[in-house]
Structure formats: structure tokens, C-alpha cells
């Protein structure tokens, strides 16, 4: 028997912004403040289940929140994974790394590097507040 998708369940973090195709949220990863992800709100798997007009729509999202968390959050690297295999319901990470989050240069899924350097994280936070700002633009357009 199939489990239900928590996607569909849940918001799936702090909803930023939503639209009847897509959500962003922020997903609850402390260490990783403005890793994002854009959800597409109805039940599919993979990026081919979507006509081209929602493909292009999605990638022009994706590529938008990407700008924007490089502008606010200034980060030195931008992740961006779409995998699926935990919970096969279509959306996007968009990580902003830097060297000294406690995964760097693995990637946000892997074993912590260092100890957490508190500074760094609350300089972050600060920034938070204007990143979802400028994300709830994106979806209001």
C-alpha cells in the first residue's frame, strides 16, 4: 500500500509564497538559512509529466529564486537539486552555500565538515526577512 505524499499533505516548510501552480518555502534546515524549495502544487513525479508552457514556467521560477537568494544572501556557491526519491512529488532545492556551513564542500545531505559557526549563521538570519520579501514578488507576477 502506497504512503500518502507528505507534499501533498503539508506545506512541506515556512510557505514564502504560492500560486496555484507552484509554492516556495523554506525548508526547516537551520545550518542552511534561505535553502528554498519550489513545489509544484499538484501530484506529479517528473519534470516530463509538465506541458512545455508549465516546463518553462518552472524553469523560469527556478531560475528567478536562484537570482534572488544569490542578490540577498550572497552566498559562494548555489545548489540546486531535484531528486525525488524520498518523496516522488515534483520540486526543486535551492540551496545557497558557503564555505563555512558545516557541509561545505559536500553537499547538504552529507555528514557535517566543521562545527557550526554561530556569527556566520546569524548574519544569515538578518538577511532572511528581505529574502522572503523578494521571493513573494516572484510568484505575485
Not at 525548508?27 to 512545455?52: N, T, V, Y
Not at 564542500?105 to 556566520?120: E, L, T, V
Request: proline share 8%; charged share 20%; glycine share 4%.
Amino acid at each position: 500500500m502506497n504512503k500518502p505524499c507528505p507534499l501533498c499533505l503539508e506545506v512541506g516548510g515556512e510557505l514564502v509564497a504560492q500560486n496555484e501552480w507552484l509554492r516556495i518555502i523554506f525548508s526547516d534546515e537551520p545550518e542552511l538559512p534561505g535553502f528554498c524549495r519550489i513545489i509544484w502544487q499538484k501530484h506529479i513525479a517528473e519534470m516530463s509529466d509538465l506541458s512545455q508552457e508549465e516546463r518553462n514556467m518552472l524553469w523560469t521560477v527556478l531560475h528567478q529564486v536562484e537570482e534572488v537568494i544569490r542578490e540577498v544572501m550572497q552566498p559562494e556557491k548555489i545548489n540546486l537539486a531535484s531528486l525525488g526519491n524520498m518523496v516522488p512529488h515534483l520540486h526543486w532545492h535551492v540551496v545557497p552555500r558557503y564555505q563555512a556551513d558545516i557541509y561545505f564542500p559536500g553537499s547538504p545531505w552529507s555528514a557535517p565538515q566543521r562545527a557550526s559557526d554561530s556569527k556566520h549563521l546569524q548574519l544569515l538570519q538578518e538577511r532572511l526577512p528581505q529574502l522572503k520579501k523578494r521571493l513573494q514578488t516572484i510568484l505575485a507576477s
